[in-house]
């Protein structure tokens, strides 16, 4: 008998996990919360304790998910000349994503001149 049980989520899947095939743990719908460390140990079912025995093995689970914007801002903003903006625009995803910005949609980055 093998019992499955992630390190550091011990309510793994909220019931998306099963164990198929009494010892393949399936996880339905992936969720980056599932990222971990698993661990697959076997039950000895004997009347000893076997303190020294080392019988599991741990698999870490690493969830890709593709970016998302957090902060965006808005489609339309106005300055007079010689003043000053801040446009903010952050997203989160697996792996982190790296955030550029455009001018005019083209793509070319924004000349070193504008870069302090």
């Known amino acids: 008998m093998a019992v ?53 093995s741990w698999v870490h689970l690493t969830v890709n998910a593709p970016p998302t914007f957090t902060e965006t801002p808005p489609q339309y903003v106005e300055v007079k000349e010689g003043g000053s903006i801040t446009l903010t625009c952050t997203a989160f995803g697996n792996p982190n994503p790296i955030v550029s910005w455009l001018r005019e949609g083209h793509s070319r980055r924004l000349p070193p001149s504008m870069w302090r």
């Open 4 to 56: 499955l049980h992630p390190k550091n989520h011990p309510t793994i899947g909220e019931g998306r996990a099963s164990l198929h095939d009494k010892a393949s743990l399936r996880i339905e719908q992936v969720r980056s919360e599932d990222q971990g460390w698993y661990e697959c140990k076997v039950l000895l079912l004997l009347d000893q304790q076997y303190d020294t025995f080392h019988n599991g």
